[in-house]
């Protein structure tokens, strides 16, 4: 993985973690990987630059993996917080 694109999927990691945390474990340190089974998918939307795309994979995550509500406004701003790192990183890189 080149250096940008490992800095970008730790900037994904902790958005998914501490921004949009649909279990709400960003509170337990022990909980610091409970989302990582999910960031390969995760992190390829946001290199392609893929909100809805996103978007609907987070939907799935959570309502059909996890059968929780999915809240769309959350993970909107999460994706849209990922796409910013992906447009910084690639700025600045």
């Not at 059909?64 to 992906?86: H, P």
């Amino acid at each position: 993985m080149l250096p940008k694109d490992a800095e970008l999927y730790r900037r994904i990691e902790e958005v998914t973690h501490y921004l949009w945390d649909p279990i709400g474990v960003c509170n337990i340190p022990q909980a610091r990987d409970e989302y990582h089974s999910y960031m390969t998918a995760i992190f390829s939307r946001v290199q392609a630059g893929n909100l809805e795309g996103i978007l609907e994979n987070m939907k799935w995550i959570a309502s059909e993996n996890m059968g929780l509500n999915f809240d769309a406004e959350k993970a909107s701003e999460a994706a849209k917080v990922m796409l910013k790192w992906r447009d910084y990183i690639n700025e600045i890189t």
